[in-house]
């Protein structure tokens, strides 16, 4: 078995049970201080990958530069790495098939792909050529298929549960592994969809949603935190650069400073 596939079937087992914590990711540097911090997996944020090359988020960002991140992280990582594919990059299923096939040869065990907008049908004929794709690189991926119903508003309120129901299992036939449902918190729902969807259900982080213990035994079996933590970290470059220009006073750019030595030292040689 090569590490690969080892990292492949590391990562499917951790969403067997329990709750798999995932601290997104937008670049190697950032994984790797990810995975120092105990991550049993590292994922990416398209959202984050995207502002860190310059791009706007929602399938602007050039699939060459995705690839190379990808490597980037895999190389710096040792832990099971899943990477955020939007839509895939392409209505056309054979070239997202091949854009996954990309991020696979590189290193990646696992990837999101959305419906977003877009009828089922689009996103179960990618899920279906990107399952062939995977299996002549031999990689068991797993596909976590997100359905934006919650997100984008996709169906009234009476008829969420129904329709992300209805989504999931035309997504696990297609050969999905996971179902994301981004804008899921109410508890009742929760329960009903996990209980339901036939596939290890996936969150994203909210203020609304309470601890994981909590959500483990709602049938959470994986919680992202999204462009979250990009976010905060620009938040952050923002205020202190914003000052720095304005006065050029030192203290509270060497007041929020992690060590040098301190980071420097995870990216030393293992």
């Not at 969403?15 to 994984?31: F, P």
């Amino acid at each position: 078995m090569t590490a690969q596939d080892q990292r492949a079937e590391r990562f499917r087992h951790l969403h067997a049970d329990g709750l798999l914590l995932l601290a997104n990711a937008w670049d190697a540097g950032s994984a790797r201080l990810i995975e120092s911090l105990g991550a049993t997996a590292v994922a990416t944020t398209s959202a984050g990958v995207a502002w860190a090359h310059g791009f706007a988020d929602g399938d602007h960002l050039p699939v060459p530069r995705l690839i190379a991140t990808v490597a980037d992280i895999a190389r710096a990582v040792r832990v099971p790495l899943s990477v955020d594919m939007e839509g895939g990059y392409s209505d056309d299923p054979d070239t997202v098939a091949d854009h996954v096939a990309g991020v696979i040869e590189v290193g990646a065990v696992g990837i999101n792909l959305e419906d977003g907008g877009g009828a089922p049908d689009a996103l179960c004929a990618k899920i279906e050529r990107i399952k062939r794709a995977a299996a002549r690189l031999g990689v068991a991926l797993f596909v976590n298929a997100r359905t934006d119903v919650y997100l984008r508003g996709l169906a009234p309120d009476a008829r969420r549960v129904e329709e992300t129901l209805a989504r999931a299992a035309r997504y696990r036939e297609a050969g999905a592994d996971g179902l994301f449902v981004p804008g899921l918190t109410d508890e009742t729902q929760v329960r009903a969809i996990a209980a339901d969807c036939g596939l290890p259900l996936n969150l994203l982080a909210r203020a609304a949603l309470p601890p994981a213990a909590q959500l483990r035994d709602w049938g959470v079996r994986r919680l992202s935190a999204g462009s979250d933590l990009a976010q905060s970290v620009h938040a952050l470059t923002q205020r202190l650069a914003a000052g720095f220009l304005h006065d050029g006073d030192s203290k509270p750019l060497a007041a929020a400073t992690m060590g040098y030595g301190e980071l420097n030292a995870l990216f030393e040689p293992r």
